[in-house]
């Protein structure tokens, strides 16, 4: 059996699985309860209409879910499961309203995204704009306050967010830190495929077709590094501690979507994602039919560290006795995007 990434698995229950993370058994129209009626009361809250809070979740309250995802950069279909709950959840927090700092598990909520927007108006580094508390917003938060005369604990309460108040500017036309230093660490890096380092990731079931794009990209002297892991923010960790140059997810969908990912959130985006996933579209195409490039929020995403893609690969069946010829297309993408680096047309 392959891992689809579409199929929901419609069970309204809710379990805990990595620290600090939930797993909820997505639900739609038609499911009724507690857990209906907080989502309406959450949705209400951040001005959608979902209709009465009464814990049945009719059609107001599936199109209040799809605005809410597509508002948020998720694949919009109504069902709210764990990528959608913990939108949500992260939606509720505003800047202010709680301590921020480095802590396992990260803090994460539109609050830190705001605290790394102001940072980086004002010219420090938080790294990319994520909404995660990780450590470069935590270097940033020191930084600041030191600047200020603020006490330097890395610690943003209400004090360093008063300071925020008093001197944060907004130049929304500059490009940010963190997409120069996402470029700049590229450009100081191999040019070729040889010594570059890569992660292919796979959720389960593309194990062929994981390894000849392994192989293909080995052949030219690439750093490859499999994944097969059905959480995504688990092969988002691994990724980062292998420190790759490059992350590229693939997975097919039961409804067959063709489609090129990079990371886009409301505030950011990867201006090299962006290029290697317009790289990686122009090479699948003819193969396997026009895959869109699309911008979005998914958790593997945003947790990387690197510019990453993940690749929906439509139906397996349509898939696999491609595989060779999909193979040689990753590679050719990627060695596109290597040599073109110097001049993205974002910027």
């Excluded at 009465?52 to 709210?80: M, S, W």
């Excluded at 580094?125 to 930084?143: C, K, N, Y």
């Excluded at 030219?220 to 590094?225: E, N, S, Y």
């Excluded at 869109?292 to 893609?309: I, K, Q």
Aim: one cysteine or more; aromatic letters at 6%; hydrophobic letters at 40%.
């Amino acid at each position: 059996m392959h891992a689809d990434e579409s199929e929901p698995i419609l069970q309204n229950t809710v379990k805990p699985t990595r620290p600090g993370t939930l797993a909820v058994r997505a639900f739609g129209v038609g499911a009724s309860g507690d857990h209906v009626r907080d989502l309406q009361q959450r949705l209400s809250a951040l001005a959608f209409t979902p209709g009465p809070a009464d814990g049945e979740f009719g059609i107001r309250t599936g199109a209040a879910v799809r605005e809410f995802q597509q508002t948020r950069r998720l694949d919009a279909d109504g069902i709210c499961g764990t990528d959608t709950w913990s939108a949500l959840v992260e939606a509720g927090h505003r800047l202010g309203n709680r301590l921020l700092y480095l802590h396992s598990p990260m803090f994460r909520g539109d609050d830190v995204g705001a605290l790394q927007e102001q940072l980086a108006a004002l010219g420090f580094d938080p790294g990319r704009v994520d909404s995660i508390f990780g450590p470069d917003t935590r270097s940033a938060v020191v930084d600041f306050q030191s600047n200020t005369g603020l006490v330097a604990d890395g610690i943003a309460g209400a004090e360093t967010v008063k300071m925020f108040g008093r001197l944060t500017r907004r130049d929304h036309g500059s490009i940010p830190v963190s997409t120069v230093r996402e470029l700049e660490r590229l450009l100081t890096g191999p040019r070729t495929l040889a010594g570059f380092r890569v992660v292919i990731g796979e959720r389960g079931g593309l194990d062929a077709v994981s390894a000849a794009v392994h192989r293909v990209l080995g052949e030219l002297g690439a750093d490859v590094v499999t994944l097969h892991h059905p959480d995504w923010e688990t092969q988002a960790d691994r990724a980062n501690v292998f420190e790759a140059d490059a992350f590229v997810g693939l997975v097919v969908r039961h409804d067959q979507e063709r489609s090129a990912c990079f990371f886009a959130g409301e505030r950011s985006e990867s201006i090299a994602g962006r290029e290697l996933a317009t790289a990686l579209s122009r090479s699948l195409s003819p193969i396997l039919g026009e895959l869109a490039v699309r911008g979005m929020r998914l958790p593997v995403l945003r947790a990387t560290r690197m510019p990453a893609v993940v690749c929906r690969l439509g139906a397996v069946g349509h898939l696999v006795p491609r595989t060779p010829a999909v193979a040689r297309a990753v590679r050719s993408g990627l060695q596109s995007w290597i040599e073109h680096l110097d001049q993205p047309a974002a910027l």
